[in-house]
């Protein structure tokens, strides 16, 4: 009797230590998936899809894509195994592609200087076919067409190829698109669009608006894909079917897949286009008032009165000692005032000083806040232009800024009403196949006034400006791709479509876990 | 004695840890066994702790009591919004040593040694909360000479000053930021100090207005924790932002708490007591930390006064066997929006139970078992500042779930 007591009080004594402090719901008592299924989730799209950041694809950004980190939660709910191209060979994890031009290392602050500068080393990415599909079929670059193009992966075919793609493709002939429906998708997201007129609006608006044009085998790498070309296509991705230029298409919705495509941003919700004020010639940026005063008098002077004299005396204005002036550009849409400038300065300059005056200023004016200056273009102010003699050295100064370094206003225009008109289709395509719509058109909007997520942290669409702001920065140091940040924070917008189109829930990411900016100590 | 009493100590401090909360309620066997009460009981040595003025009316010239517990104390945390799930297991082991000797008649000494505060949280580090806490480890011991003095059997006081001794180390990742890390692990920083020495008193009365009724009153002091040039060790500092180790200031308080109370002898055999605790908490207004090199880290805690009320009775059974039970209501100081995973504690009740086995009227062994229920509760920590901005860090917070179980065992001897 008495051993049963002891041996019936350890028994207690034990249960009760080992007594584990249960809640009432488990953490995912209540995560669903709804009506969607995400066993094999596939996202196409391009580098925003495929983890683009800091100017290139590099291993640690890459495990941040927004794809990726929405595989992560859709685990929750029943998603399967979700794989990325491989950046193994990124063993140093700088990014870049070795061997080719223009493909550098990723760009990271560098706190020696306080600069964004490209991290030291060489890249040892390369080309080395993995014939393989992903779930992951962002391709960096790609314009929407690309996702249906036959040998967009085919080594062959540089520079029509892309090299991302040649890193993966299944077959020389393989499509984009294509190599996706292999994974037979239940599941997908689509953001692909944003190349059709972004890589124009990067470029200055060097490219061609092509709107009018059907045939995108002729159009440029910089012009603006023509808005019914878009539509066809993303028809085809999304619904699949039969055209003359691509043949016959299986679209990612058609074995019964549902999904969210995604709207393009404008591109004035992207610090690429919104950091580099129109105005920085200061008294202090020119070495001084004195300066100033000599500017005007030995050129903005001079060059007032001439254009005055031709009706066009509002291109320039005597520059301000004591508040931020303009920068000098040039604009191709203004009528061209070479012949008469030249004319004008003959007396003075000499024919030949003043044929060359005539031609550099006949299209040149003061930039206005309806101008946008390239992020890139702020290395390029304040510096020589190729074989430009002093005093007209100075890019923006004294020497106009060119098409590529300024979206005027006539080329925001072109690519607002690309954009409209892509943005357009793509809902009407997704209104019709009921699939949720995340408009990150309206996402990166709200970004530009500032927004505020559920944990309440504020995030802006500013670039890097130091310390101070660095948990609000979402974009990365490129200025077109978002940071790890930014993509949790597209990650969870796109969870909020899901979770409100498809009845679905499951739980967000909280992106102050997730890096902004990269910092070096040295470079 | 004294020398053999001294290796004792310092044998259990080594290994002194403590459950969630600061405040650890565990000074005694017997009392622990009837919900902690005791301000107005007369049963052992224990009563130098409860209220010294108690310990003029034992029976015996000499009391001793030794006892220690096991305590092993679970925090669970979980937020569905973000997946998190993250769990702290602790366990530490509170003792105390009672001694009185009756002097005269009317006048009894005693020496009370005993660890009423302490913390020892454990989360994983660089878990989604490491910058507010990776783990904590604070001890404190009591040591407290003590006197009591009877006039007649109506009316006795008592009191003793307390040297407390005592430790904290504290870790915590600097930023929640990856951006403060080196190789995917947080940079952090451990706060160290040992030896942390300061004063303070116990002092109480009892009254006795009929042979069955006992009131107590008593007063423990207000005792500041001071940490002065302690050590700053930084870990997973990025190669940017390397901080040499440096010293640190900081002030814990130990709150002064006020008792009073009242016991009740129904028959020969059986006694009831009610307690009443007052703690003063709000004198934990922050945590402010002062390194060596010029910075300061102020963490809001604002924490509340709280109430516990104790209920404990104890049976005679025979001359062998004393069975005693209890249970209380013990209120948290942390208020809302300042529920930190340093110290996890919200309102809890406690169940108790114990014996005492005596072998012979000397010689007893004392066993008493605690379960402490908590609810579960959602709550955040809304006042941390994040380093790299200088701005406010977004809430911490979730469901939490504790649980505190704790068996213990002493022995007395008395002649």
Wanted: charged share 10%.
């Amino acid at each position: 009797m008495k051993n049963k007591f002891i041996y019936l009080s350890v028994l207690a004594m034990a249960g009760l230590v080992s007594c584990e402090p249960e809640f009432e719901n488990a953490v995912d008592a209540n995560y669903t998936a709804g009506e969607a299924d995400f066993s094999s989730y596939v996202a196409v799209g391009n580098s925003l899809t495929a983890g683009y950041m800091d100017g290139t694809m590099y291993k640690s950004g890459q495990a941040n894509s927004f794809p990726n980190l929405l595989s992560q939660q859709f685990a929750t709910v029943g998603g399967g195994v979700f794989t990325q191209p491989s950046y193994e060979e990124d063993v140093n994890n700088l990014g870049g592609i070795s061997g080719i031009p223009g493909f550098g290392t990723r760009r990271v602050i560098n706190f020696a200087t306080s600069a964004p500068e490209n991290i030291a080393g060489t890249s040892t990415i390369t080309l080395t076919p993995q014939a393989t599909a992903y779930n992951n079929m962002g391709v960096p670059g790609a314009k929407s067409f690309h996702l249906l193009v036959p040998g967009y992966g085919n080594p062959a075919n540089f520079p029509a190829a892309n090299p991302y793609y040649v890193r993966h493709a299944t077959s020389n002939t393989a499509t984009v698109l294509g190599d996706a429906m292999t994974k037979n998708p239940t599941f997908f997201t689509n953001w692909i669009g944003a190349n059709d007129v972004l890589s124009y609006a990067t470029t200055g608006g060097v490219g061609v608006d092509q709107t009018g044009n059907f045939n995108p085998q002729t159009y440029g790498p910089n012009d603006i894909t023509d808005p019914t070309v878009f539509a066809g296509v993303y028809s085809l991705i999304v619904n699949g079917g039969t055209s003359p230029a691509f043949g016959a298409v299986t679209g990612l919705s058609q074995n019964g897949a549902k999904g969210v495509v995604a709207t393009i941003p404008s591109v004035t919700s992207i610090p690429f286009f919104t950091t580099v004020p129109y105005n920085p010639v200061t008294a202090a940026a020119v070495g001084g008032a004195s300066n100033i005063t000599a500017l005007n008098a030995q050129l903005y002077g001079p060059l007032k009165q001439a254009l005055t004299a031709f009706g066009a005396g509002s291109r320039i204005n005597l520059l301000s000692a004591t508040a931020g002036n303009p920068l000098l550009i040039k604009d191709e849409s203004l009528t061209n005032l070479s012949a008469q400038l030249t004319a004008a300065f003959t007396p003075t300059l000499g024919a030949a000083t003043a044929a060359f005056y005539g031609s550099v200023f006949g299209q040149a004016r003061q930039a206005t806040a309806d101008d946008l200056v390239l992020l890139t273009t702020s290395g390029v102010i304040g510096t020589a232009p190729t074989g430009v003699p002093a005093p007209l050295d100075k890019y923006g100064v004294t020497y106009p800024l060119q098409d590529q370094h300024i979206l005027i206003p006539s080329e925001q225009l072109a690519i607002a009403n690309a954009t409209n008109a892509y943005n357009a289709a793509i809902k009407s395509i997704a209104a019709s196949k009921n699939l949720a719509v995340a408009d990150m058109n309206a996402i990166l909007g709200v970004l530009v006034n500032g927004l505020r997520s559920v944990n309440g942290q504020i995030y802006t669409a500013n670039y890097f400006s130091g310390a101070a702001t660095e948990n609000k920065v979402l974009f990365s140091l490129d200025g077109v791709h978002p940071n790890s940040r930014g993509y949790a924070v597209i990650a969870n917008e796109i969870i909020k479509v899901i979770n409100a189109h498809y009845k679905s829930n499951m739980p967000f990411l909280n992106p102050s876990y997730f890096p902004g900016i990269n910092v070096v100590a040295t470079n | 004695m004294r020398k053999l009493l001294s290796l004792t100590i310092f044998a259990l401090a080594s290994s002194t840890v403590f459950a969630g909360g600061y405040r650890v309620s565990i000074q005694g066997q017997k009392q622990l066994a009837m919900g902690h009460t005791g301000v107005a009981i007369v049963n052992s040595a224990e009563t130098a702790f409860f209220n010294p003025a108690g310990m003029a009316y034992l029976k015996d010239k000499f009391n001793l009591s030794v006892g220690g517990s096991a305590l092993f104390s679970k925090t669970r945390f979980q937020n569905s919004e973000y997946n998190w799930k993250a769990s702290s297991d602790n366990v530490g082991t509170p003792f105390n040593v009672y001694a009185t000797y009756k002097v005269t008649d009317w006048l009894t000494a005693g020496l009370a040694v005993y660890t009423p505060y302490g913390s020892s949280v454990e989360w994983d580090q660089d878990w989604q909360g490491a910058h507010l806490v990776n783990n904590i480890d604070l001890k404190a011991i009591f040591i407290q000479p003590t006197f009591s003095i009877r006039v007649g059997d109506e009316f006795s006081f008592g009191g003793g000053p307390i040297l407390a001794t005592g430790s904290v180390n504290f870790n915590r990742n600097l930023s929640l930021n990856p951006l403060l890390s080196a190789n995917g692990s947080g940079s952090d920083v451990t706060l160290d100090s040992t030896g942390i020495t300061a004063w303070g008193y116990n002092v109480g009365f009892m009254f006795n207005p009929t042979s069955k009724l006992r009131l107590g009153f008593n007063y423990r002091s207000e005792i500041i924790m001071e940490a002065r040039d302690g050590d700053a060790t930084y870990a997973d500092l990025p190669d940017f932002n390397q901080i040499p180790n440096t010293t640190f200031n900081a002030d814990l308080p130990l709150p002064a708490e006020i008792t009073s109370g009242l016991s009740y002898q129904v028959t020969d055999k059986w006694l009831v007591a009610f307690d009443y605790n007052y703690t003063m908490w709000n004198v934990y207004t922050d945590l402010d930390v002062k390194f060596g090199n010029g910075t300061e880290s102020i963490n809001p805690r604002n924490y509340k006064n709280t109430s516990t009320y104790r209920v404990g009775t104890q049976y005679v059974a025979n001359d062998k066997f004393t069975f005693r039970a209890g249970w209380y209501f013990d209120e948290s100081p942390v208020q809302n929006g300042y529920f930190a995973p340093e110290t996890p504690r919200n309102e809890s009740m406690g169940y108790t139970g114990g014996l005492t086995y005596q072998l012979n009227p000397k010689f007893g062994i004392d066993l008493s078992l605690l379960y402490l229920h908590f609810d579960e509760i959602d709550n955040s920590y809304d006042y941390s500042t994040d380093p790299v901005s200088g701005t406010a860090n977004p809430d911490f917070g979730g469901t939490y779930k504790s649980s505190v179980f704790s068996p213990g065992v002493g022995v007395t001897y008395s002649f």
